[in-house]
T-cell receptor, first 113, second 113 residues
């Protein structure tokens, strides 16, 4: 049972426009949500995170929004740049001492010129 | 500062063979973990360790063994490789289990024929 879901396998956005990547989760016990970015032949790199007690976190061009009632989070990239083309993974951390990351299946973002 | 180093980058095994995927980090991180990435499945946790001498199972531990004799190293052993273990394997480390930012290695692409 997929506890973290990214329903859009791919997304294409024009350079300069906004990219919105979505993620849904089913486990109410997750206390932290993260976005990782992955280029081909490289490991994932941390992008931005948000605590479950907040609804927004911003870092430069990247903003993550959390809607706990809908169990939904989204990553906004404004403005999108060609270098943002990558696979984006949403991840969630469970509460407790044995916290582990549960990843979504990823969304491939293509930023076109 | 090398970060998280995985070796080898590529490996082809025959069914039934054994091998060890190496992972080393030089950031003095307590928490290390192994994930596998399969198409349409995201990253799934295999095993993790919260410190030297302590390991535990993740979501998909069957067919894999780990040990953590030092803080720096966390090898993943395949005792008898199966085609279902064909995947890309990522090692990750973080400062503490509560720390949400995990640093990933570049991955090992394993093919079992």
């Amino acid at each position: 049972d997929q506890q973290v879901k990214q329903n859009s396998p791919s997304l294409s956005v024009q350079e300069g426009r906004i990219s919105i990547l979505n993620c849904d989760y089913t486990n109410s016990m997750f206390d932290y949500f993260l976005w990782y970015k992955k280029y081909p032949a490289e490991g994932p790199t941390f992008l931005i995170s948000i605590s479950s007690i907040k609804d927004k976190n911003e870092d430069g061009r990247f903003t993550v929004f959390l809607n706990k009632s809908a169990k939904h989070l989204s990553l906004h990239i404004v403005p999108s740049q060609p270098g943002d083309s990558a696979v984006y993974f949403c991840a969630a951390r469970g509460t407790g001492t044995a916290s582990k990351l549960t990843f979504g299946t990823g969304t491939r973002l293509q930023v076109t010129l | 500062n090398a970060g998280v180093t995985q070796t080898p980058k590529f490996q082809v095994l025959k069914t039934g063979q054994s091998m060890t995927l190496q992972c080393a980090q030089d950031m003095n991180h307590e928490y290390m973990s192994w994930y596998r990435q399969d198409p349409g499945m995201g990253l799934r946790l295999i095993h993790y360790s919260v410190g030297a001498g302590i390991t535990d199972q993740g979501e998909v531990p069957n067919g894999y063994n780990v040990s953590r004799s030092t803080t720096e190293d966390f090898p993943l052993r395949l005792l008898s490789a199966a085609p279902s273990q064909t995947s890309v394997y990522f090692c990750a480390s973080s400062y503490a289990i509560q720390n949400t930012e995990a640093f990933f290695g570049q991955g090992t692409r394993l093919t079992v024929v």
